[in-house]
């Protein structure tokens, strides 16, 4: 199993949740973005530098990802895609998606744009949290200990 990070637009805490976690199960982290990024040197941990264009990052995944493979990421569609090759998606604020949820998801997000391009929405998702971020702590850290050990 390896961990795939939608790294353009996770929150830092976020990041450093994944290489704690990373380095101390031994696990395969790769952060997938099209800026160049930060990490702490381990064996575990590296970095996919794309072009810079809408869903490069995204492509990227979807073309690596691999049956029981993990990928962290905030985005419906690219979620969707990794579910449909067998992979599990996990969003920054704890949500792990599944099959029963993805299109439910798909179908809200689809509303939500509409609803924003017709400008009857403004904004978007409230400001990421501790309370985001525990919750995804604790999310990992369920589904590592049901499939880190079935490498």
């Known amino acids: 199993m390896q961990i ?3 790294a353009d637009a996770c929150p830092s ?3 450093e949740i994944l290489f704690r976690a990373a380095k101390r199960l031994k696990v395969s982290l790769t952060l997938v973005a099209n800026q160049p ?3 702490p040197p381990s064996p575990y ?3 996919i530098h794309v072009a ?3 869903d490069v990052a995204d492509d990227e995944i979807v073309q690596l990802v691999k049956v ?3 990928v962290i990421t905030a985005d419906i569609p690219l979620a969707a ?9 996990l969003n920054p604020r704890g949500e792990l998606y599944t099959e029963d949820t993805i299109h439910e998801r798909l179908s809200m997000r689809n509303l939500m744009d509409e609803l924003r391009g017709g400008g009857e929405i403004m904004g978007g998702p409230s400001s990421f949290s501790r309370k985001d971020s525990q919750a995804f702590a604790n999310q990992l850290d369920r589904f590592l200990t049901r ?3 079935h490498q």
């Open 37 to 39: 990024l930060q990490t």
């Open 81 to 89: 895609n990794v579910i449909s090759k067998g992979g599990h998606a």
């Open 68 to 70: 029981g493979d993990l």
């Open 4 to 6: 795939w990070v939608d």
């Open 147 to 149: 499939h880190a050990g």
């Open 52 to 54: 810079a264009g809408f």
């Open 45 to 47: 941990i590296k970095t």
């Open 13 to 15: 805490v976020i990041k």
